[in-house]
């Protein structure tokens, strides 16, 4: 049926091999950086007032290195980033604990469900930023406050996830357990953690990345130090290039983190596991933002 | 009433993996097709008659040879059923009558309900294709390549994804529509004894794409499956069948 | 010998009564869980509440209500209308990039590739990127909110379109090219109607988010609307408004999601309910 073909033709851009590779996917996303990065100096010439590529380049360079920012102002990098990564591990520590936990619960008790599920959907509607405000009124300018931000925000992702985990281990599969009359324990080890690994990492990655967000967004309305205060530092001092540089931080860290990390892991370890799993990640990725 | 002149037609693939040999699907066909009769392409897989009528419709390009297809001079207008009923599953039974045709307005509603109604389906015009069954959707199907009154009607091994209960009805279905509207129609199938109850003519193809028979066939329409003429006449074309591509049911007397 | 069997075996009738009888029981019991479920949830809160002391710092039931009761009779209805207006506005702008980005993703592998990369990295950015972003582009305006839930929402529909191009029924297309169909039947009859469940898909994935991202980018520029109201609360500190404003931007998220959408897409899709697999 090649006479209704519907792909197009990519674009014509050289001869030979280098146009081999860029019509590769790694060709291919290499090309869209680039284009990127020349699109966003255009727009610096558009609006003098955004920051191009080079004067961020420039400032990561200098935030990095710890050397000065012209004048007093020096570069801080890694006590901010290792301030949030402190407060963000635990944060989703708490968060994960008790989600894993009470996960367990709403799945393999139909009562359970009915009660609690209500109110861990009614947390998952629940923007980061309200936990940021929530935790800032309760706990002032405080470590509590952004930990918590992470732990409330992350807490009904990963509970949901661990609930379809629970819950994918089928009737069947226990009935085929008990038909081999296997003592409840090694059943209970065997098929229950085997099964609901593959969810319990997929509501880590979601705890993850909201999680992130909340911090972000805690440490920027009401921190003394970290990525976010350090982004708002920046922001209110009106050094845009300082912003953008911190913006780009943050974005690449989750990124790499999510996309290029647990990513892998999780396609690699999991590769046995329900089907219907994917599902679980497609519907609820829709509640993680702001 | 289309003529369909075929002469020499060749139809080669691109060789399905690199350093493989491209398929022919059909090497040499010459075939004319006059008036208004039921002719049947009958022949095992891969003897390329689903290609022909993918030729004859358009969606394929000949490698090699000449194809027309006219009523008078003009080019013949289509009809088509496939194996599958092919309904847009989200517009209703009229309306998928109606994606067909190019008229529009009141004329062309009472003609779709007259040809849906001609195979029993005069109550399905506002149901959607999902709520009716396999058969159902295929008689629409039926229904449709008939209402647009085509000079041509290829059919594409219409009825083999159905029961053989259901199947036997279509075919009563389809005489009924046929014997009322006496169209040019090319049928492929593989099933010899469903090509001689419905044909006037019966083209064999070969395994490669060449005609192997050409059969004429003289009863008149309608014809019912359980008449004992037409039973004879499909056990003496089996017979020949046997002959062309002996199965290894020719050897069943051995074992005996 | 066979009546003793028809005596053994209960009546078909009775057994369907008796499956829908445990059917209701079940259902109703389900109900009463999720309701208690309800009730001591807000018990909790009122206990924890009394326990805290202030209600400054965890307001009691009664008090989020006697906000919540103040709000809707002033002004809510205005604030909640400026924020579904710049919702919906953003939205409408993500299917309409989204979409024809989706089917170039979905017919060109190259510009699959290609845009694949910007388009899961814009799903991924964290809200207060674009929250931010919007302010510094567009101050304290309408249109900061609508870019960042344009931006936040296009990536969802753009790959859902890409998805659903490719699903496009080839026999179909076939179809309607041995009818003679014009290209523009053919887009219009068959593969708009196939792409269409999933555009409704990516803005169905997307729809909450971009609420949620909608109202942070009013916290930061905003002079009106929902997210502006909880940051106005919070910066006086009055708790019991930022969780009464927060309580009813669930509600009618909610309520949203589950009228507008679901029934819209039950319409939309009405032909599917009887596709079953062949």
Same mark, same amino acid.
């Given at each position: 049926m090649s006479s209704s073909s519907t792909t197009l033709a990519p674009p014509v851009v050289g001869q030979g091999?280098?146009?081999?590779?860029?019509?590769?996917?790694?060709?291919?996303?290499?090309?869209?950086?680039?284009?990127?990065?020349?699109?966003?100096?255009?727009?610096?010439?558009?609006?003098?007032?955004?920051?191009?590529?080079?004067?961020?380049?420039?400032? #990561?360079?200098?935030?990095?290195s710890g050397g000065s920012h012209g004048g007093v102002v020096r570069?801080?990098?890694?006590?901010?980033?290792?301030?949030? #990564?402190?407060?963000?591990?635990?944060?989703?520590?708490?968060?994960?604990?008790?989600? #894993? #936990?009470?996960?367990?619960?709403?799945?393999?008790?139909r009562i359970a469900q009915a009660l609690l599920n209500d109110t861990v959907l009614v947390l998952l509607t629940l923007p980061a930023f309200v936990w940021a405000f929530l935790t800032t009124m309760w706990f002032g300018i405080s470590w509590q406050a952004p930990v918590l931000t992470v732990a409330f925000a992350s807490f009904p992702f990963v509970t949901i996830n661990v609930a379809q985990g629970v819950r994918s281990i089928t009737p069947e599969l226990k009935n085929m357990s008990r038909a081999f009359d296997v003592p409840r324990s090694r059943q209970f080890r065997h098929l229950t953690i085997a099964a609901v690994t593959g969810y319990i990492f997929a509501g880590l990655r979601f705890a993850i990345i909201i999680g992130w967000n909340g911090i972000l967004l805690s440490e920027w309305f009401s921190g003394q130090a970290g990525v976010g205060f350090r982004t708002r530092y920046w922001f209110d001092a009106n050094r845009y290039r300082g912003f953008v540089g911190w913006v780009i931080v943050f974005i690449v860290f989750i990124v790499v983190l999510d996309r290029l990390i647990l990513n892998r892991l999780q396609t690699r370890a999991f590769r046995w596991r329900d089907p219907n799993a994917a599902d679980a990640e497609q519907v609820k990725l829709e509640q993680v933002g702001g | 009433m289309a003529r369909v002149d075929i002469q020499n037609l060749k139809k080669v693939f691109p060789a399905p993996q690199k350093g493989g040999d491209p398929v022919v699907a059909i090497e040499d066909i010459s075939l004319e097709v006059d008036g208004n009769v039921f002719v049947s392409v009958v022949g095992p897989s891969g003897c390329g008659k689903s290609t022909l009528l993918n030729i004859l419709s358009g969606v394929e390009t000949p490698s090699g040879g000449t194809v027309s297809v006219k009523e008078g001079d003009r080019p013949a207008r289509l009809g088509y059923v496939f194996q599958d009923a092919r309904l847009l599953p989200w517009r209703t039974v009229m309306d998928n009558m109606l994606y067909v045709r190019d008229d529009d307005g009141k004329t062309a509603q009472s003609s779709a309900e007259r040809y849906l109604e001609m195979v029993g389906l005069n109550h399905t015009g506002e149901m959607f294709p999902g709520q009716l069954s396999g058969g159902m959707q295929q008689r629409v199907g039926i229904a449709r390549a008939f209402s647009v009154e085509p000079d041509l009607l290829l059919m594409d091994e219409p009825?083999?994804?159905?029961?053989?209960?259901?199947?036997?009805?279509l075919r009563d279905h389809l005489q009924v529509l046929w014997t009322a509207t006496r169209k040019t129609v090319l049928f492929v199938t593989h099933d010899v004894v469903e090509a001689v109850q419905l044909s006037d003519r019966i083209i064999v193809l070969a395994p490669g794409g060449r005609i192997f028979d050409d059969i004429a066939i003289g009863l008149e329409h309608p014809r019912r499956a359980a008449d004992p003429k037409v039973a004879t006449l499909q056990a003496e074309i089996l017979g020949r069948f046997e002959e062309m591509h002996p199965s290894g049911t020719a050897n069943l007397e051995n074992l005996v | 010998m066979t009546d003793a069997i028809a005596e053994v075996t209960p009546d078909r009738e009775d057994l369907k009564l008796a499956q829908r009888r445990s059917a209701a029981g079940s259902r109703r019991r389900r109900y009463l869980a999720v309701g208690a479920g309800w009730v001591g949830f807000i018990l909790l809160w009122w206990a924890a509440s009394a326990l805290v002391g202030s209600e400054a710092r965890l307001p009691s039931p009664p008090r989020v209500l006697e906000e919540i009761r103040g709000i809707l009779a002033e002004d809510f209805w205005n604030q909640f209308w400026a924020s579904i207006v710049r919702v919906v506005a953003g939205f409408l702008a993500a299917i309409v990039i989204g979409t024809p980005l989706g089917f170039l993703m979905g017919?060109?592998?190259?510009?699959?590739?290609?845009?694949?990369?910007?388009?899961?990295?814009?799903?991924?950015?964290?809200?207060?990127?674009?929250?931010?972003?919007?302010?510094?582009?567009?101050?304290?305006?309408?249109?900061?909110?609508?870019?960042a839930v344009s931006l936040i929402s296009m990536p969802y529909v753009a790959i859902n379109v890409a998805e659903g191009v490719h699903g496009v029924n080839r026999g179909l297309v076939d179809m309607s090219r041995a009818y003679g169909r014009s290209e523009r039947q053919v887009f219009k009859h068959v593969v708009v109607p196939s792409v269409l469940p999933f555009i409704f898909a990516g803005v169905r994935l997307s729809f909450s988010l971009a609420w949620k991202v909608g109202t942070l980018t009013e916290v930061f520029g905003s002079s009106k609307g929902i997210g502006f109201q909880i940051r106005r609360n919070f910066q006086l500190f009055n708790m019991p408004a930022v969780i009464a404003w927060v309580l009813l931007f669930i509600v009618f998220m909610l309520l949203l999601e589950r009228l507008i959408l679901v029934r819209m897409e039950r319409r939309l899709f009405r032909w599917r309910q009887w596709e079953h697999d062949r």
């Amino acid at each position: 049926m090649s006479s209704s073909s519907t792909t197009l033709a990519p674009p014509v851009v050289g001869q030979g091999r280098v146009r081999q590779f860029l019509v590769t996917p790694i060709g291919a996303q290499l090309t869209a950086i680039v284009v990127f990065i020349i699109l966003w100096q255009l727009v610096t010439v558009i609006a003098p007032r955004v920051p191009g590529p080079v004067s961020v380049a420039q400032f #990561l360079w200098v935030e990095l290195s710890g050397g000065s920012h012209g004048g007093v102002v020096r570069g801080q990098f890694w006590q901010h980033f290792a301030h949030t #990564l402190r407060h963000f591990s635990l944060g989703l520590l708490i968060g994960f604990v008790p989600g #894993l #936990l009470v996960g367990v619960l709403i799945g393999s008790s139909r009562i359970a469900q009915a009660l609690l599920n209500d109110t861990v959907l009614v947390l998952l509607t629940l923007p980061a930023f309200v936990w940021a405000f929530l935790t800032t009124m309760w706990f002032g300018i405080s470590w509590q406050a952004p930990v918590l931000t992470v732990a409330f925000a992350s807490f009904p992702f990963v509970t949901i996830n661990v609930a379809q985990g629970v819950r994918s281990i089928t009737p069947e599969l226990k009935n085929m357990s008990r038909a081999f009359d296997v003592p409840r324990s090694r059943q209970f080890r065997h098929l229950t953690i085997a099964a609901v690994t593959g969810y319990i990492f997929a509501g880590l990655r979601f705890a993850i990345i909201i999680g992130w967000n909340g911090i972000l967004l805690s440490e920027w309305f009401s921190g003394q130090a970290g990525v976010g205060f350090r982004t708002r530092y920046w922001f209110d001092a009106n050094r845009y290039r300082g912003f953008v540089g911190w913006v780009i931080v943050f974005i690449v860290f989750i990124v790499v983190l999510d996309r290029l990390i647990l990513n892998r892991l999780q396609t690699r370890a999991f590769r046995w596991r329900d089907p219907n799993a994917a599902d679980a990640e497609q519907v609820k990725l829709e509640q993680v933002g702001g | 009433m289309a003529r369909v002149d075929i002469q020499n037609l060749k139809k080669v693939f691109p060789a399905p993996q690199k350093g493989g040999d491209p398929v022919v699907a059909i090497e040499d066909i010459s075939l004319e097709v006059d008036g208004n009769v039921f002719v049947s392409v009958v022949g095992p897989s891969g003897c390329g008659k689903s290609t022909l009528l993918n030729i004859l419709s358009g969606v394929e390009t000949p490698s090699g040879g000449t194809v027309s297809v006219k009523e008078g001079d003009r080019p013949a207008r289509l009809g088509y059923v496939f194996q599958d009923a092919r309904l847009l599953p989200w517009r209703t039974v009229m309306d998928n009558m109606l994606y067909v045709r190019d008229d529009d307005g009141k004329t062309a509603q009472s003609s779709a309900e007259r040809y849906l109604e001609m195979v029993g389906l005069n109550h399905t015009g506002e149901m959607f294709p999902g709520q009716l069954s396999g058969g159902m959707q295929q008689r629409v199907g039926i229904a449709r390549a008939f209402s647009v009154e085509p000079d041509l009607l290829l059919m594409d091994e219409p009825f083999s994804h159905l029961d053989a209960i259901t199947a036997r009805s279509l075919r009563d279905h389809l005489q009924v529509l046929w014997t009322a509207t006496r169209k040019t129609v090319l049928f492929v199938t593989h099933d010899v004894v469903e090509a001689v109850q419905l044909s006037d003519r019966i083209i064999v193809l070969a395994p490669g794409g060449r005609i192997f028979d050409d059969i004429a066939i003289g009863l008149e329409h309608p014809r019912r499956a359980a008449d004992p003429k037409v039973a004879t006449l499909q056990a003496e074309i089996l017979g020949r069948f046997e002959e062309m591509h002996p199965s290894g049911t020719a050897n069943l007397e051995n074992l005996v | 010998m066979t009546d003793a069997i028809a005596e053994v075996t209960p009546d078909r009738e009775d057994l369907k009564l008796a499956q829908r009888r445990s059917a209701a029981g079940s259902r109703r019991r389900r109900y009463l869980a999720v309701g208690a479920g309800w009730v001591g949830f807000i018990l909790l809160w009122w206990a924890a509440s009394a326990l805290v002391g202030s209600e400054a710092r965890l307001p009691s039931p009664p008090r989020v209500l006697e906000e919540i009761r103040g709000i809707l009779a002033e002004d809510f209805w205005n604030q909640f209308w400026a924020s579904i207006v710049r919702v919906v506005a953003g939205f409408l702008a993500a299917i309409v990039i989204g979409t024809p980005l989706g089917f170039l993703m979905g017919r060109s592998r190259y510009w699959g590739n290609f845009l694949q990369a910007p388009v899961v990295v814009a799903g991924s950015i964290p809200g207060l990127t674009y929250a931010v972003l919007a302010f510094v582009i567009f101050g304290i305006s309408f249109w900061g909110p609508v870019m960042a839930v344009s931006l936040i929402s296009m990536p969802y529909v753009a790959i859902n379109v890409a998805e659903g191009v490719h699903g496009v029924n080839r026999g179909l297309v076939d179809m309607s090219r041995a009818y003679g169909r014009s290209e523009r039947q053919v887009f219009k009859h068959v593969v708009v109607p196939s792409v269409l469940p999933f555009i409704f898909a990516g803005v169905r994935l997307s729809f909450s988010l971009a609420w949620k991202v909608g109202t942070l980018t009013e916290v930061f520029g905003s002079s009106k609307g929902i997210g502006f109201q909880i940051r106005r609360n919070f910066q006086l500190f009055n708790m019991p408004a930022v969780i009464a404003w927060v309580l009813l931007f669930i509600v009618f998220m909610l309520l949203l999601e589950r009228l507008i959408l679901v029934r819209m897409e039950r319409r939309l899709f009405r032909w599917r309910q009887w596709e079953h697999d062949r």
